[in-house]
């Protein structure tokens, strides 16, 4: 089975902080992405990444950057933690060509 | 809990009912659509797939119905679970990419 995992399930952060989220899969998979899942808005692209190092901005990335220096981890950088940044945030991996995303846990961050 | 049920649509059913969970999506080039599951406190889990050339696909007590003429996918679930209580959302991809566009999501509650 696929196996996408995100370093915390739940992060308190406050307003200014810089804030790193973390996902690994353990397929191999070429291509990651990062979500944030808000109430009323479904899922939205802030990021992804088709090959190591290589990242392509997706609908909402201000406010956001990523590394990937590795294959199988992705990571979600918040400069400066705002409050509007609160928020369920998902990880997701697919091999390069198949259909379906292979989600993580979700890390629900909480910016005071 | 997760309060991704917020504002969302909710489909009542009682357990052992079939439940019809509907989908308009927005891009008549889409070619290939994703039903996922999210339970709360859990990242969304991949249920059934169908491509553009399909118009029905079952699964395990689950029907995906594909109207392309009124862009309109349904997900068909036989003699609904308390289980089955869930948000569901479908997803659909345009082209050869491998990025996904999602709906907002549907609340089912099974009544006992």
């Known amino acids: 089975d696929v196996k996408v995992t995100q370093s915390s399930r739940y992060l308190v952060k406050r307003t200014g902080e810089k804030v790193f989220l973390e996902c690994v899969q353990d397929m191999d998979h070429e291509n990651m992405f990062w979500y944030r899942q808000d109430p009323g808005l479904g899922l939205r692209l802030i990021y992804f990444s088709y090959d190591v190092k290589m990242k392509e901005k997706g609908d909402i990335p201000e406010g956001y950057s990523v590394s990937r220096e590795k294959k199988e981890r992705f990571s979600l950088i918040l400069e400066s933690a705002s409050t509007n940044q609160t928020s369920m945030y998902l990880c997701?991996?697919?091999?390069?060509?198949?259909?379906?995303?292979?989600f993580g846990p979700g890390t629900r961050l909480t910016v005071t | 809990g997760e309060n991704v049920g917020l504002h969302l649509p909710t489909l009542s059913v009682q357990e052992g009912d079939n439940s019809i969970i509907n989908c308009a999506y927005s891009n008549s080039a889409s070619d290939y659509f994703i039903w996922y599951k999210q339970e709360s406190g859990k990242g969304p889990q991949f249920i059934i797939d169908i491509r553009s050339n399909m118009d029905k696909r079952q699964g395990q007590r689950v029907t995906v119905l594909l109207n392309k003429t009124v862009k309109h996918l349904s997900l068909q679930i036989a003699a609904t679970q308390p289980g089955d209580s869930a948000v569901y959302f479908c997803?659909?991809?345009?082209?050869?990419?491998?990025?996904?566009?999602f709906g907002t999501g549907t609340q089912l509650k099974v009544e006992l």
């Open positions: 997701a991996s697919i091999r390069q060509g198949a259909g379906e995303q292979y």
């Open positions: 997803a659909e991809k345009t082209g050869g990419g491998n990025k996904l566009t």
